[in-house]
């Protein structure tokens, strides 16, 4: 009977001790807490290991996913065939685009988007959890990578950086639902919010809940949320849209172009969140003049064309 | 004794690294097993509460600073508590049965998983709808059963090298 009282006394203090974590982690704030540090050394301590584990085991995690895939190669084919047609037919009229957009941007004097510089990163290692999308990646603050930047691969918007540590950083994958982005329509312009949903679909609330979708609409990054993410990096396409309900929001599903289930090389974007606009300051010294009163027409007398120049008249 | 705590400090360091290194790639309908539950309860099954306890606070408490959103201590808070009851059951279980593990594999990944996202979502630090706890839990307890064999298996093995001594020893 001994043993069990004293289980009972350990469960008891192992309990408390748990209480007393969650309490400290819950109260202190995100990315800053003393139990945060642990998490930063822990990630750089595992980093290594967990890379040479990965880059033994990757080779046979291939070929797992590979037979997993064998059935659906055929499907894959024919709607790969569909969209080479489609998209031949739209290199055409890309070279006219691009000199179009070219002279427009030199006229708008706006920041090239090629030019973003990129640090080629490897996934490491997943999170432990069902729960939590993220990823572990091998570059980190020595390779200049901070906090919030964005990750993205070859097909897209993959993350944003959550930690980073001198030779590691911890990414959340945009499938994690604590994870949100200011999105654009490619088609249309309009602007809303995406968030991810845990694997699967991610949900798009559109800031017009009117506006006009179509299956297909293609989704990018808008440089909105004081840029977190520069603007234009592709996300997804739509794939559901759900009806307008009595509080003016809808399903609206997008599946995302990066396949999460596969990540192995990824580029962290080195584009630093933007400040906050300064204050404007207004100049006292300068004399601000009321604007010029506008002639306004009497209706007693016919506008002529030589005292009022209104807008209805004619030259 | 002390060659027994680096023993189990290196099993759970090395199952968590298989965790987060290698069983993302190989996941059924996207969701990966636990095997850091699983170890918890093969712990358990073999020595009793107390070591259940222990190794469950420790497992957990380590998988909680690998995640980044949940409040470290719960998945330290639920493993310890998989620990004490599974060890609890051990007096009732035959040493040779192969149903037991197997059962309580499913019963642990499933309540384990569940639990740990409950008490998050009730904490509000993750946006976690009701279908998605209850696939992930499902295919957890299916998965962990899978591999209840391998992992029971390979942890009595060891741990008959360095059985538990004293107090420690089950009631």
Partial sequence: MYGRRRARVLLAVLVLISLVLITIDFRSPQGEGPLDRGRELLTSVLGPLQDGL???VRPIGDVFTDVGDLFSLRDENDQLRARIDQLESRTRSIGDLERENEELRELLGMRERSGLDVVVAQTVAFGPSNFEWTITIDVGSQNGVERDMAVVNGDGLVGRVIQVTPT???????????????VRLTRTGAVGALDGRGGGLMRLETLNPEAHLVRGDEVVTAA???GVFPAGIPVGSIDTIGETTSV???EVGVRPFVDFSRLDHVMVVLHRPLAELPEIVIDPSIPIRPPDPLPSPTPSESPSPGTSPSPGATA | MI?????VSLMILTVALLQTAVFPHLTISGFRPDVLLLLVMAFAMRDGPIVGLRVGFAAGLLADL??????VGITALVFLGVGYIVGLSRPYLSDESISAPLVLSGLTGFIGTAGVAILSALLGEQALSLQLIAQASAVVALYNVLLSPIVVGTVTRIVDRFPAQGLLAAP
């Fill in chain 2, 66 to 71: 690998l995640m980044d959103f949940s409040a």
């Fill in chain 1, 224 to 226: 909105y949320s004081n």
């Fill in chain 2, 3 to 7: 060659a027994r705590m680096g023993v």
């Fill in chain 1, 248 to 250: 003016l929001t809808r």
């Fill in chain 1, 54 to 56: 990965g880059s033994l």
């Fill in chain 1, 168 to 182: 590691a950083a911890r990414v959340l994958l945009a499938i994690d639902p604590n994870f949100s982005a200011a």
